[in-house]
């Protein structure tokens, strides 16, 4: 069975950084994509970084320059770094994961998903 599980949210002013971690036995795999998207209420899911087992990571438009998807192999642990918050930045933020290779960017059809964590810049 796998399981995602999110942290790291919370509330921070604009300007300040904030790290969310996704703790996951998927890092295990030998191949895998997984990413980071974000749902704010009342918009359509929207996909900001993803990272594979192959692959370099990938960033949406949105943030690229300030968001950092990064990967701890030894811990099982998926993190975005998130610097210059904006208060559009607020969102529910999930981890997702799907066990393939060959490519990996937000446009992959991820499988599994965590339960999400806030994130709210004001």
């Known amino acids: 069975h796998v399981q995602l599980v999110e942290s790291g949210g919370g509330s921070v002013q604009a300007g300040g950084s904030l790290r969310l971690s996704c703790a996951t036995s998927?890092?295990?795999?030998?191949?895998?994509?997984m990413g980071w998207f974000r749902q704010a209420p009342g918009k359509e899911r929207e996909g900001i970084a993803a990272?594979?087992?192959?692959?370099?990571?990938s960033y949406a438009d949105s943030v690229r320059g300030r968001f950092t998807i990064s990967k701890d192999n030894a811990k099982n642990t998926l993190h975005l770094q998130k610097n210059s918050l904006k208060p559009e930045d607020t969102a529910m933020y999930y981890c997702?994961?799907?066990?393939?290779?060959?490519?990996?960017?937000?446009?992959?059809?991820?499988?599994?998903w965590g339960q999400g964590t806030q994130v709210t810049v004001s």
């Open positions: 997702a994961a799907v066990g393939i290779g060959g490519w990996c960017t937000v446009r992959t059809d991820f499988r599994y």
């Open positions: 998927v890092l295990r795999y030998s191949r895998y994509c």
């Open positions: 990272i594979g087992s192959d692959y370099s990571p």
